[in-house]
């Protein structure tokens, strides 16, 4: 290929990306402006604890479950005590599989390719649980 040769990018519309990013919004930013506070917070906690800056980013990566988050930076600071901060991780965790059972329900009768849960590609959930089609 020659240098003055440019290479041509399939087409596409600027505006959908825009569009997309518009009807997005006004459901993304609360959401957004939620983790925003709670992480203001937790790297200020963790500041004023005397821990790291890179660790509330590593462990925002890491940790399942932003309520541990909290607990783990006041664990990290204590003495070595790997089966009392493993116990006190699986409690607090713990709260998930209680979700994950109201989610029994729905998927009753279902293989993993067929829950409605698990596949929502194309439809749209109503508040009250219903999935209707686009």
Do not use: N
Not at 41 to 46: A, F
Not at 81 to 98: D, K
Request: one cysteine or more; glycine letters at 12%; a positive charge.
């Amino acid at each position: 290929m020659k240098e003055t040769e440019t290479i041509r990018s399939a087409p596409r519309t600027e505006g959908t990306v825009w569009k997309a990013f518009r009807a997005a919004a006004p459901q993304t930013l609360p959401v957004f402006a939620g983790y925003l506070v709670l992480g203001l917070g937790y790297g200020i906690y963790v500041q004023s604890l005397g821990l790291p800056v890179w660790l509330p980013p590593l462990m925002g990566t890491v940790v399942y479950g932003g309520s541990l988050e909290f607990v783990l930076a006041s664990l990290l600071l204590g003495g070595f005590a790997p089966v009392s901060a493993f116990l006190m991780a699986l409690m607090i965790q713990a709260r998930h599989l209680f979700y994950g059972l109201t989610m029994l329900q729905r998927c009753r009768g279902c293989g993993p390719r067929r829950c409605p849960v698990l596949q929502h590609r194309g439809r749209r959930f109503r508040h009250d649980g219903h999935v209707r089609a686009q």
